[in-house]
């Protein structure tokens, strides 16, 4: 019993690292501008890399973890985190800050893959659309604490304080691992070549349901990073809120998410989950659309916006659970290819929303992520029908 805390705690942790490698240092992005001397964009390539490494990552570590097990990928992708984590906070200039956001994504992918890899080896259906639900509820608390204490750092020690943090959580992390039990029995590893491993990932891909809603969640990320990327500019710059103040809204903003995680366990269906979020999503895209384009205050933004990302949140648990079960047998693989299409939409969509006036952008970007979230997931209905016909 004692072990099953642990294990909800730690893959709690770990699965976190999404938010805390973005989100914690969100509100310092301006401030940031005037530190290096540079531009928006330049900043967000920052925050787009560490996507893109988070995406990345996901691809090496869980096909390794597939062949080596889950626990020493685990142990290395975290000391890697530590040590690029501790040069990020002596960056003389934002293209080796940018470059080192880089590293920390990839490393970072390393606990938000093997989080889903572990949970799904040790358990199966509702029991792990639950154990995902809890995940996902924790994974809401990290986006509250992440920007509030960054919020509250930035003015005080700088950017630089922040990344401190981040060092001490992986430090903490690292150490946590040595009581971490293996979760893939030594005969359950696949035994060809890491080169052989990795092409599991081409086979991952032939499963049709599962690709279907892995881009039903990616598309329906691109809500999530759209708002993760333009929040500080739009509440700071365009309705001059204070970084604490950003905090508050964003930390609001965690809480609607880690609430649809939670409530998605509450569904018996996950088909249904998927069904009820991607209705919920378009039609709150349509309203914060026009709230964006007729600029209708910060208080319609946030009444919106909170609903908007509680849609997103049963997305996230519901679809995790139905690709994860469709593609047991490579679960590494899977969760890494999953993860990492979902990171790859956070890196394209992170610079979109910096192009023209962010408001029409940032609006776009949320009604064409909701648009195609609702098709994937009509689509893998249709091959699910078709696999049970068989």
């Not at 919020?151 to 401190?164: N, Y």
Request: aromatic share 10%; with cysteine; hydrophobic share 55%.
């Amino acid at each position: 019993m004692k072990y099953k805390v642990f294990l909800l705690i730690f893959l709690g942790l770990i699965s976190a690292f999404g938010p805390f490698v973005t989100d914690m240092y969100l509100p310092s992005l301006p401030s940031m501008v005037d530190f290096f001397d540079t531009s928006i964009s330049m900043v967000q390539m920052g925050l787009s890399f560490s996507m893109i490494g988070l995406a990345l990552g996901q691809l090496i570590f869980g096909p390794m973890s597939d062949k080596y097990g889950r626990k020493r990928p685990l142990q290395v992708a975290m000391i890697v985190f530590c040590i690029s984590t501790l040069f990020s906070i002596f960056s003389p200039t934002i293209e080796v800050f940018i470059v080192l956001r880089l590293l920390q994504g990839i490393a970072g992918a390393g606990g938000i893959v093997l989080s889903r890899s572990i949970a799904t080896d040790t358990y199966d259906g509702h029991d792990l659309l639950k154990m995902l639900a809890i995940i996902g509820a924790i994974n809401g608390i990290a986006p509250i604490c992440a920007p509030v204490v960054g919020g509250a750092l930035v003015g005080i020690t700088g950017w630089q304080g922040i990344f401190v943090i981040l060092l001490v959580i992986g430090i903490f992390i690292t150490i946590a691992t040595h009581f971490l039990r293996e979760s893939l029995a030594p005969q359950l590893r696949k035994t060809s070549s890491v080169l052989g491993t990795f092409k599991l990932l081409r086979v991952v891909t032939r499963n049709r349901v599962f690709m279907c809603y892995v881009l039903q969640q990616a598309t329906a990320q691109a809500i999530l990073f759209g708002n993760i990327s333009s929040a500080p500019f739009i509440l700071q710059e365009h309705y001059g809120t204070s970084a604490i103040a950003f905090s508050i809204f964003f930390a609001v903003n965690g809480l609607f998410i880690g609430l649809g995680s939670v409530l998605s366990a509450k569904f018996r269906h996950p088909e249904t989950c998927v069904k009820v979020s991607c209705i919920g999503m378009l039609t709150c895209s349509a309203v914060i659309a026009a709230v964006l384009y007729f600029d209708l205050g910060i208080w319609a933004y946030e009444c919106v916006i909170n609903p908007l990302l509680g849609f997103m949140g049963l997305t996230l648990t519901a679809s995790t659970t139905l690709a994860l079960n469709s593609e047991r047998n490579n679960a590494g693989s899977a969760s890494a290819l999953f993860g990492a299409i979902c990171f790859a939409s956070g890196g394209i969509v992170t610079p979109i929303v910096g192009l023209g006036n962010m408001l029409h952008t940032t609006a776009n970007t949320f009604l064409i992520g909701a648009l195609l979230s609702c098709a994937f997931a009509a689509l893998a209905r249709v091959f699910q029908t078709r696999l049970v016909a068989k």
